[in-house]
């Protein structure tokens, strides 16, 4: 079914006839032709935007009046009404909530003809400090962040299972669920490893479905827009079959499937902070537990992200070096987890290790040190000592870890200087990816412009920065 048929069910839908629903669809598409040229926008933007204007953003109930819309009244949202920052909220630039769910229902919508009966949202996070601690079951700190991902569902009685991203024009339609996509669909074997997580943990996933994927959450910046994807989609699973889980079980669903279908050995954090996170709060993780609390985040104080856009081409190998060169130091050592060693114990069997082991256990039993520091200096209202516990984190990430790059190096040297920073530090795995600078409000957007110059002067290429708030974990919008 092509966009037209598709737009012609939505009008029908909501109280035209057939002949008024083939009539708008197809003046709302050629109005968004027009729209996508004049702005640069793709197609769902367009398309977002304008069934927003027609139906007052109504979600799929008719406002008063709609059944009088005609041809001409659409006819008439001409682009000249049409101004950069309503485009903008319409393709979710512009913060979360109403706008993003609005997205998901106008690309489920466009999609598949009909309107979901579940919406899904999980945010992405930050990882404050605790770097690869998570998996050598140490501690970490977190905070979930106002962009993430959101998935619109609904259940199908003929078994297809068919995915939709934002990302892309095409339908991924599977009737077997149980393999791997590889390509430009592998971005799917995120919710398809939630569904094979389900089942590991005896939950039944739901036989056939229409799923939708928007995020305004950018990837790459070290944000994991993975977990998000995880547990919005489990959630968006469990509501079409009815069931609901706790907390710890979803994120431990989410993690499942990104160790054992994905095949990415991370640890709990990023699914954790996902699940657990609240406004003006950190998410603290025991990772061994594991066991999961909040610490108040302090009062005037902000995330700023700085996205370099570089990704080393081997990160995906590097990740796992890392993860092996750490089971190995903590085997060395003699203990089940490389953050149950402490400094005393590296002074004493360090010389077993391998001088590349010894390095990665350093870092580990450093940074959990710098976890426990950090709680106990924002507990304290120390905010000094948080930063320079925040900038030894990168380092120790920089000389020991080795997941650094130069210009992830060059951000932190920049920002430590500046007025307003209290510390900065890669977030997220590391081998290119973001910085993250914890600063008060006396840095703005005229402080981040300077550091964006400095990098441009440097690396001849601009960062994208992000001014993120906290917010709550992964939810059920519609249909729990």
């Not at 074997?189 to 939630?194: A, C, Q």
């Amino acid at each position: 079914m092509n966009n037209l048929e598709n737009l012609s069910r939505v009008f029908t839908g909501l109280g035209a006839n057939t002949e008024q629903a083939s009539g708008m669809a197809a003046q709302l598409l050629k109005r968004a032709d027009q729209l996508m040229v004049a702005r640069g926008i793709s197609q769902l933007d367009a398309v977002d935007y304008l069934l927003r204007l027609a139906t007052s953003g109504a979600h799929g109930v008719p406002p008063p009046g709609f059944e009088g819309v005609t041809e001409a009244d659409l006819a008439s949202s001409t682009e000249s009404q049409i101004n950069d920052e309503t485009v903008d909220a319409a393709s979710g630039r512009n913060g979360v909530g109403s706008e993003m769910r609005t997205r998901v229902i106008s690309l489920f919508t466009l999609t598949f003809g009909y309107e979901p009966t579940v919406i899904c949202r999980a945010p992405g996070r930050v990882e404050f400090v605790g770097n690869h601690t998570d998996y050598n079951g140490g501690p970490v700190l977190g905070a979930a962040v106002d962009h993430g991902v959101w998935v619109a569902a609904a259940l199908r009685q003929d078994g297809a299972k068919r995915f939709r991203s934002d990302q892309s024009d095409d339908i991924v339609e599977l009737d077997d669920a149980s393999q791997p996509q590889e390509g430009e669909t592998s971005w799917v074997n995120y919710p398809l490893g939630v569904l094979d997580a389900l089942s590991r943990f005896n939950r039944p996933g739901p036989e056939g479905f229409d799923y939708a994927v928007c995020a305004d959450l950018p990837v790459g910046a070290g944000l994991s827009s993975s977990a998000a994807i995880e547990l919005s989609s489990a959630l968006a699973f469990l509501t079409l079959t009815g069931q609901s889980v706790d907390r710890e079980e979803l994120v431990k669903i989410g993690r499942y499937a990104e160790n054992n279908f994905v095949g990415v050995p991370c640890g709990i954090l990023d699914q954790g902070v996902s699940g657990f996170g609240r406004e003006n709060q950190l998410v603290f993780i025991d990772c061994a537990g594991p066991r999961f609390e909040t610490v108040p985040m302090p009062a005037g104080t902000n995330f700023w992200i700085f996205n370099t856009h570089t990704k080393h081409a081997l990160v995906d190998g590097l990740y796992s070096a890392r993860h092996r060169e750490c089971l190995a130091a903590a085997k060395g050592l003699g203990v089940e987890h490389l953050a149950d060693a402490d400094e005393a114990l590296l002074a004493s069997r360090g010389a077993d290790l391998a001088p590349i082991e010894l390095q990665r256990a350093r870092h580990i039993v450093g940074e959990t040190l710098r976890v426990r520091g950090t709680i106990e200096a924002l507990r304290a209202g120390d905010l000094a000592e948080v930063g320079r516990l925040l900038t030894a984190s990168h380092r120790s990430s920089q000389m020991n870890f080795e997941n650094s790059t130069p210009e992830l190096d060059f951000l932190v040297d920049t920002l430590e200087s500046v007025d307003g920073v209290y510390g900065a530090r890669l977030t997220g795995g590391g081998f290119g990816g973001a910085v993250m600078a914890f600063t008060n409000d006396a840095f703005d957007e005229t402080s981040a412009s300077e550091v964006e110059a400095s990098y441009l002067k440097k690396f001849g290429a601009n960062p994208k920065v992000y001014h993120l708030k906290t917010a709550d974990g992964a939810e059920v919008i519609l249909g729990g």
